[in-house]
Structure formats: C-alpha cells, structure tokens
C-alpha cells in the first residue's frame, strides 16, 4: 500500500468524517479507505480541466439539440441516423452529469 500510494507513512485510524479532498473506497472487509490528496493534485488545475471538458460536451450538446429539433432533419435522415444522433444526445448528457459530480467532489 505504501508503494501504491507512494509515501512512506501510513496511518490506520477511527474516524466518522474524512478529509474533504480525499480518494475514498469501501474494501471488503467493510472498513473504509482515504487517501488524502492534498499536496498530490492540483485542484484548481484539475476543476479548470474538468470546466473545460464539460464545455465542450455542452457546445456539442446544444448542437445534437438542434439537430434533433430540426424537422428536415427528422424526415430526410435515415432512421438509424436519428437514433444514432439521438443516442449520442443521452451519452453527452449522462457525461455532463458525471463530469459535474467529480467537480462537486474537488469544491
């Protein structure tokens, strides 16, 4: 673990709450696991990387929106065209929401 973690100290305490800016899994045995990241990221140069990517899943959001509202579009594209549009409409919005919950986690 010291290894995976990379340090050299590694404290098994009891505690109810865990530092805010941490990596948290459940293990087996039922115990909880946190390993604190301050000092290892860049918070802010991660947010600002996270903003950036939800930006563009956002942009290219809109555009599947108004793709999908057209009516020409509807009626001259193939159908798999359309549920192909349509799918990659629900795919951008399930990683919009995915991307604001890791931003969430880093405030």
Sequence with gaps: M???GRTSNILFVERKE?????????LESGAELAIPLEGLV?????????????DKLQNESQRLALQLAD??????????KVRDVEDRFAE???????????MDALS
């Design 92 to 102: 951008v919005a399930v990683q919009i929401a995915a991307l604001n919950r890791h």
């Design 2 to 4: 010291e290894r995976l």
């Design 18 to 26: 865990f530092p805010k800016a941490s990596a948290r899994a459940v």
């Design 71 to 80: 009516a020409q579009f509807k009626s001259r594209a193939a159908p798999d």
């Design 42 to 54: 860049d918070f802010a140069k991660e947010r600002d990387r996270l903003s950036r990517q939800r």
